[in-house]
């Protein structure tokens, strides 16, 4: 299989897409545990599936283009979340 892109170039795109898609993820889980706490349970529930959703479309997406654009986004993925949980340490628990 071709691909218009060469490999290196797939994998920087994959890992910065890891990074967004990782960043928006561990990102939405704040307001997620807030809409559970505060009793909308059925948006909380929405949220849940969107998330989990589209991490499972770009995971797929990434795997079509191959091993190595699919390890370089599960990087960005893991990346983004030292991130998320190293900010939301440093606000405290509640925010």
């Not at 939405?28 to 969107?50: F, I, V």
């Given at each position: 299989m071709?691909?218009?892109?060469?490999?290196?170039v797939q994998a920087?795109?994959?890992?910065?897409a890891?990074l967004?898609l990782?960043y928006?993820?561990?990102?939405?889980?704040?307001?997620l545990?807030?809409d559970?706490?505060?009793?909308?349970a059925r948006r909380?529930?929405?949220l849940?599936l969107a998330?989990?959703?589209v991490?499972?479309?770009a995971?797929?997406?990434?795997a079509?283009?191959?091993?190595?654009?699919l390890l370089a986004g599960?990087?960005?993925?893991?990346l983004?979340?030292?991130?998320?949980?190293r900010?939301a340490g440093a606000?405290?628990?509640?925010?």
């Amino acid at each position: 299989m071709t691909h218009a892109l060469p490999l290196p170039v797939q994998a920087v795109l994959a890992l910065l897409a890891g990074l967004v898609l990782g960043y928006v993820h561990f990102g939405a889980l704040r307001r997620l545990s807030a809409d559970y706490l505060s009793g909308r349970a059925r948006r909380a529930l929405g949220l849940q599936l969107a998330r989990l959703g589209v991490m499972a479309a770009a995971l797929f997406g990434l795997a079509k283009w191959g091993a190595l654009p699919l390890l370089a986004g599960a990087l960005g993925i893991l990346l983004a979340r030292a991130v998320v949980l190293r900010r939301a340490g440093a606000e405290g628990v509640g925010g």
